[in-house]
């Protein structure tokens, strides 16, 4: 496969802190990362996000004494799910996987770096309406398909395709090379999701 001029392969959230190990490991996931980094060899374009909480973050069950891990709370932008502290800022748990070998890599996105607000998509924070500026990017660099990979297939990956979507790109996922959190049939939803979306799952 060698792709086009206008098509991105978007990498997302292969950190420490998401893999074996780390403090949100998601199973299996160091297994992706020489997947992707073959994958990506078919791409001219590569962008990449990275998960980058400060300490104290809204989305860890610690900032809400009493709250558990994994269980929900109401913020004002909607539900909000508690995870462990994990990916703060220049932390080794925020470092990418050290195998993740994608030297063309043109951006890196950063996100959950406001305290009140997390961000699961690499397009909008939570609240769904703050932009990362990474729709803004690819639209201007004239980029209309997008591949999404990595991690987690049921979070970062799912919203990150979602609003893909929505903003107008054909958007594929290749589900091997991702790996899912899988809270409360988190994976089938999303595969459920995607089909009703039109996102295309190969
Ligand atoms: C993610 C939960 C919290 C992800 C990031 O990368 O899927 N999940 N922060
Ligand atoms: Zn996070």
Redesign the pocket.
């Known amino acids: 496969m060698q792709t086009s001029e206008n098509e991105i392969l978007l990498v997302?959230?292969i950190q420490y802190d998401?893999c074996s190990g780390g403090k949100?490991a998601v199973p299996d996931a160091d297994e992706v990362v020489p997947l992707i980094n073959d994958f990506a060899k078919n791409f001219k374009h590569v962008v990449m996000t990275q998960?980058w909480h400060p300490a104290g973050h809204s989305?860890f069950a610690s900032s809400h004494p009493g709250k558990e891990i994994f269980s929900e709370i109401e913020m004002p932008y909607g539900p909000q799910?508690l995870?462990p502290d994990?990916?703060i800022q220049g932390s080794h748990g925020s470092a990418f996987h050290r195998l993740l070998d994608i030297p063309q890599t043109e951006l890196i996105v950063r996100k959950?770096f406001r305290h009140e607000v997390?961000s699961?998509s690499a397009f909008f924070e939570n609240d769904h309406v703050t932009p990362t500026g990474l729709g803004g990017y690819l639209k201007e660099r004239g980029f209309t398909r997008i591949f999404c990979v990595g991690?987690?297939f049921d979070?970062?990956?799912r919203y990150s395709a979602e609003d893909a979507k929505n903003l107008g790109f054909d958007t594929v996922v290749i589900e091997e090379a991702c790996k899912a959190?899988d809270l409360n049939g988190s994976a089938n939803a999303t595969r459920k999701l995607f089909r009703e979306r039109g996102i295309e799952l190969i």
């Open positions: 997302v959230d998401f949100l998960d989305s799910t995870w994990h990916c959950g997390d699961y991690l987690a979070y970062c990956v959190i």
